[in-house]
């Protein structure tokens, strides 16, 4: 199976992910600034705004390059420090969603190393505090410890929720295509059970008329290449999907071809008698699909197990449900229940309990076998 497609970032989330960032950027000059003046700073100019421009600026590049905008960001607030600017909002916190972002990324340790150098120079710097006010020295490392170790924490949680996440819809995605796959196999049963059942019988009459009536033979033996033809072309349309994932979509049998199916089993020999009620056109595709794979598969039991000679088609699209019954004159369950006709009387079974409806088969009360499927359209149910 080809390799899944990489991930594209939706737009809205990528307009979103620019919105984010570009208040970030904002938040963090206002607020530093906003601080900065509410301690005394007389002229913002000549350090808190280019500061908090800067520290800004970077944040709008954050998701594209993480650890660089830490290492500037902490770079910056260094040099506003060293240049002998006083920040009431410490060391740590101005560079605080840089340090967020940079713990999301695998390079999670080289920022707590980043975070812990900074932290030491901090303390460093902040030594002659220690001597007039000690209590006041030790909240200011611990509460810088304390936010950086919540940075950390909280992005190291944010990149786990969002793998957990990804994994979770990995999972559905395979489970996804394994579904697809059931579902194909179920195809392909029926497309090969229904053409061997037509073509095994038209072989059988070209056989028992080749030296009597070679036209008729020649009649047979063209029905029996034109049948295979088709099933070929939705065997490659199947198979391609089994090879290459459900990207693609499957050849989809629809009510229409219902003609087709009942043309091929008179060909081979039946008489059938095909009737419906209701309005075809209104059924949507799912419903229409079982509907026709019912008849497909109980034509193909008939031909090829029940020895019968006449079957009834009668389907009826109601508002609600669509009701289908196939009857024939054959053999009943001594001969449609056994060997590979159990198993298409068992797909037949698991494709309309899939949507809901209801299954029966069995020996008819005049004889034969009967095979009844109640499948329900959109909004409707069989209970």
């Given at each position: 199976m080809a390799a899944s497609p990489p991930r594209r970032e939706a737009v809205p989330a990528r307009h979103l992910a620019r919105i984010t960032d570009l208040a970030l950027?904002?938040?963090?000059?206002?607020?530093?600034?906003a601080v900065a003046l509410a301690t005394g700073v007389h002229?913002?100019?000549?350090?808190?705004?280019?500061?908090?421009?800067?520290?800004?600026?970077?944040?709008?590049?954050?998701?594209?390059?993480?650890?660089t905008v830490l290492l500037l960001s902490i770079g910056g607030v260094i040099v506003y420090h060293l240049t002998g600017h006083w920040s009431p909002a410490g060391w740590i916190w101005p560079a605080a969603v840089a340090y967020f972002t940079a713990a999301t990324t695998p390079h999670v340790r080289w920022a707590a190393a980043a975070g812990l150098a900074q932290l030491v120079y901090s303390a460093i710097?902040?030594?002659?505090?220690?001597?007039?006010?000690?209590?006041?020295?030790l909240v200011h490392v611990a509460g810088e410890g304390l936010l950086l170790a919540i940075l950390i924490v909280a992005g190291r949680s944010y990149a786990v929720a969002l793998r957990r996440r990804e994994q979770l819809r990995e999972a559905?995605?395979?489970?996804r295509v394994a579904e697809e796959r059931l579902r194909v196999s179920h195809e392909v049963h029926d497309v090969i059970a229904h053409t061997l059942a037509v073509v095994g019988v038209q072989l059988n009459v070209a056989a028992d008329t080749l030296e009597e009536d070679?036209?008729?033979?020649?009649?047979?033996?063209?029905?029996?290449?034109?049948?295979?033809?088709?099933?070929?072309?939705?065997?490659?349309?199947l198979i391609a999907i089994l090879r290459d994932g459900p990207e693609g979509t499957a050849?989809?049998?629809?009510?229409?071809?219902?003609?087709?199916?009942?043309?091929?089993?008179?060909?081979?020999?039946?008489?059938?008698?095909?009737?419906?009620?209701?309005?075809?056109?209104?059924?949507?595709?799912?419903?229409?699909?079982?509907?026709?794979?019912?008849?497909?598969?109980?034509?193909?039991?008939?031909?090829?197990?029940?020895?019968?000679?006449?079957?009834?088609?009668?389907?009826?699209y109601g508002p609600r449900s669509i009701v289908v019954e196939i009857t024939d004159d054959g053999r009943g369950a001594s001969g449609a229940g056994e060997g590979t006709a159990g198993h298409g009387l068992a797909g037949m079974r698991e494709r309309v309990s899939a949507l809901g409806g209801a299954f029966t088969a069995g020996p008819?009360?005049?004889?034969?076998?009967?095979?009844?499927?109640?499948?329900?359209?959109?909004?409707?149910?069989t209970a």
């Open positions: 950027a904002v938040l963090t000059l206002v607020f530093f600034v002229n913002p100019w000549s350090g808190p705004i280019p500061l908090g421009l800067f520290l800004g600026a970077l944040l709008l590049v954050r998701r594209r390059w993480p650890m710097d902040f030594r002659l505090v220690l001597d007039l006010n000690p209590s006041r020295y559905d995605d395979r489970a070679p036209a008729a033979a020649a009649a047979a033996l063209s029905l029996a290449k034109d049948v295979r033809n088709r099933a070929m072309a939705d065997l490659r349309s050849p989809q049998a629809d009510l229409a071809s219902l003609d087709t199916l009942v043309a091929d089993a008179r060909a081979a020999g039946l008489e059938v008698t095909f009737e419906e009620h209701g309005d075809r056109a209104a059924v949507t595709a799912i419903p229409a699909i079982a509907v026709h794979r019912v008849v497909q598969e109980s034509l193909a039991n008939t031909l090829k197990h029940a020895e019968a000679s006449e079957v009834a088609v009668t389907i009826g008819a009360p005049g004889g034969g076998f009967a095979v009844r499927a109640e499948i329900p359209v959109a909004g409707g149910s």
